[in-house]
């Protein structure tokens, strides 16, 4: 109970006039770079960040985090009525979405996803509200190893659970460790990759490649696809959102589920996107209905918008408690935490008490600010979608250029965006995932330390991580999730027959080196 | 029967199988890079622990791995992705359109200021993609620019490269 009462002082210093304003601030531009092609959530936070630095730790974040709750929203706007996917989690919004939206049930549609995308978020918020203290409190017992185990479960589950191709997960994962070791080696004193270059020195900054790869990327993307908007008109009618209230309860079971799921893969962390595809497909193949999905079924916005927001929530889970991101948009708040002198991880619940509590109590509020917004401004979102994309498109780079450029005040970081658009745009075509690439980048130096620190303890010994129970079962996880899809294959191919789990078992035994 | 499609495929567009040969092949040749560094500065157990080169060597070899896997997937598949067109020439130019004046934006940028520079960009480019008139387009090339130099130089206080016309207003 004493995290209830946490609680509320956190809603007293989030319920100040100055943080509620930012709160709405916060929610209108994340809606807007929701919509917008070329800005996403990791992409938007990270432009306005520098424009943070000024304000207090604790309103910062929750503007931040508001713009994040934004985008999450504002995804499903252009998924809905124009069949575009505003982020890469709202594709599965649209098989369903898109459909009733052409059938004239566009409102239907919205009030569906949003109220689904809240309901979602609400989920997650309270699963970190009584998990985050809890995990908090374990995880100051870890030591290097724990930690290193962590971070493997990570991208173990990245490989696992990504839908694309294993190996390319891993390359992009790859690139994104090598990037990480380039400049000053911290431990060493050492210089790495810099092949002589003085602007290598700092290394690359994740942000520039989160602005390049998200945001030039995702233009360069757009132009290719020819963008005609041709959109369905937007409008909610108060009625039509209380019609819709009133049929949503009858898919409780099937928010439910979008809710476990999008938790369980946010935490771990496999995305949000990931997690609306598993919830969508959970839900048709236990629908009554099976015929109805794919042609204006509600139940085919709720099942993915629900997964999609609990994931998105729920990745900040791990940044808060255990300093490590769970999606690219977490990635970049870790960076702004770490800018204003905040170093996530347990310790954060000691010693900045009124900090974690005020920002875990603008979760709250400004999921339902969130909710209030996005169904009253609907045809404004939508009215700027029909602004034609050769405005668009420069003013975006413009943006980018300006957010690249006062991440460290330099020059050769706007040159470095450019070249990670291309790549970006290059790696999308061919189906390399980018969010491990932008992780391993983030977490890189963090890894690297937790191995090194291990393997001092251990005398270079890989045993030690199956020292103890802890980091044994945390690594042991991480393997089975490794070759997930390999051993489900396994199992539906033995479905029926008596043997099934004793012969995968030995598959998944030696885990690789990292 | 290999050149034929070949020919088909540079017809329609760029070939899937060689954008992905060429990335596959420049991640092998990253990770060699990485290889080649860390031992440089020593991949194994110095006197007080692993030596710098230590992960960034364990890094490299599986990108290098990888890179490998992915070339031999490719060119095990080569002929089966003979049809398959990573982007039609006529789906290349628009992006061509836009990478070639973002590139040329950005030498702008070190050349004159971002100010400047994002005004020509966006007003060329609304002229040249959009077919906008000079008024329309001067307009949005002046406000865009215009809000950034309120937003950052004044209210957050957050400097931006500029050029020569800043100097002129005392910038």
């Known amino acids: 109970m004493e995290d209830v009462a946490n609680l509320m002082q956190g809603f007293a210093v989030a319920l100040t006039w100055q943080n509620l304003l930012f709160m709405l601030v916060g929610i209108l531009l994340g809606v807007l770079i929701g919509v917008l092609p070329g800005l996403g959530g990791a992409n938007g936070v990270a432009i306005l960040l520098p424009l943070t630095f000024t304000m207090s730790p604790t309103s910062a974040i929750i503007m931040l985090s508001c713009i994040y709750w934004g985008a999450l929203f504002g995804g499903a706007i252009t998924s809905i009525l124009f069949n575009i996917p505003g982020e890469p989690w709202s594709v599965a919004t649209t098989f369903d979405g898109y459909p009733m939206a052409q059938q004239g049930r566009a409102g239907e549609a919205m009030t569906a996803a949003f109220t689904s995308s809240f309901i979602g978020a609400f989920f997650a918020v309270v699963v970190i509200t009584f998990l985050a203290p ?38 992009a994962m790859m690139i994104g460790f090598a990037l990480a070791a380039v400049g000053l080696d911290t431990v060493t004193g050492q210089l790495r990759m810099t092949f002589g270059h003085t602007e290598l020195l700092q290394g690359f900054d994740f942000l520039i490649a989160v602005i390049g790869l998200f945001g030039i990327g995702e233009i360069l993307l757009t132009m290719e696809e020819g963008l005609a908007f041709k959109g369905v008109k937007g409008k909610i009618d108060p009625r039509i959102v209380l019609q819709t209230w009133a049929k949503l309860p009858k898919y409780w079971l ?88 905040l170093q996530p991880g347990p310790l954060l619940f000691v010693e900045k008490k009124e900090f974690v509590w005020g920002l875990i109590a603008s979760m709250y509020l400004g999921n339902i600010v969130g909710l209030i917004i996005v169904l009253t401004t609907v045809p404004w979102w939508a009215a700027i979608l029909r602004i034609p994309f050769s405005i668009i498109a420069p003013v975006i780079v413009v943006i980018c250029a300006i957010g690249a450029y006062t991440v460290h005040n330099s020059f050769f970081d706007v040159a470095m965006m450019l070249v990670f658009g291309v790549v970006g745009y290059v790696f999308k075509k061919l189906k390399y995932p980018l969010a491990p690439l932008v992780l391993a980048l983030v977490l890189g130096d963090m890894a690297e330390t937790a191995f090194r620190q291990s393997m001092l303890l251990s005398k270079g010994s890989i045993e030690i ?17 490794l070759y997930w899809p390999l051993m489900s294959k396994v199992v539906e191919g033995w479905r029926g027959g008596m043997q099934p789990f004793r012969r995968n078992k030995g598959a998944g035994a030696p885990p690789p080196a990292q | ?51 710098g080169g230590y992960f960034p060597f364990l890094t490299g070899w599986s990108l290098a791995l ?15 992705m003979a049809g398959q067109v990573f982007a039609s020439w006529s789906a290349l130019r628009p992006v061509l359109a836009m990478l070639l004046p973002t590139i040329a934006f950005v030498v702008l940028i070190k050349l004159i200021g971002i100010y400047v520079a994002s005004a020509i960009f966006i007003g060329a480019f609304m002229m040249w993609q959009g077919k906008y008139k000079l008024l329309p387009a001067l307009a949005v090339a002046i406000a ?28």
């Open chain 2, 1 to 51: 029967m290999e050149s034929q499609a070949e020919g088909r495929a540079a017809a329609g567009g760029l070939a899937t199988r060689w954008v992905e040969l060429v990335v596959a092949l420049v991640i092998v040749g990253g990770g060699a890079l990485v290889i080649k560094d860390s031992m440089r500065i020593g991949t194994d157990w110095g006197p007080d622990g692993p030596e």
């Open chain 2, 66 to 80: 990888s890179g490998l896997w992915l070339t031999g997937h490719t060119l095990w598949n080569w002929r089966r």
């Open chain 1, 254 to 341: 099937t928010s439910l589920r979008g809710c476990l799921i999008g938790c369980w893969m946010g935490i771990t962390p496999g995305g949000a996107t990931p997690a609306s595809f598993m919830s969508y497909g959970m839900a048709r193949r236990f629908s009554k209905e099976k015929e109805k999905f794919g042609s204006g079924h509600v139940e085919g916005v709720v099942a993915p918008e629900t997964a999609a927001h609990a994931a998105g929530t729920s990745a900040l889970l791990p940044m808060l408690t255990l300093g490590i991101p769970g999606s690219p948009t977490a990635a970049v708040l870790l960076g702004g935490l770490l800018i204003w002198g």
């Open chain 1, 134 to 171: 809890l995990v908090a409190r374990f995880a100051l017992k870890f030591g290097p190893p724990e930690y290193f185990a962590v971070q493997f479960l990570t991208f173990c589950s990245f490989i696992g659970m990504s839908r694309e191709p294993p190996v390319k997960t891993i390359a």
């Open chain 2, 144 to 171: 865009i620019p215009a809000a950034v130099f309120l937003l950052f130089e004044l209210w957050f206080l957050v400097p931006l490269p500029k050029g020569p016309v800043e100097r002129l207003f005392g910038y």
């Open chain 1, 465 to 481: 991580f199956w020292s103890n129970g802890l980091v044994g079962t945390i690594m042991t996880l991480a393997v089975v999730l």
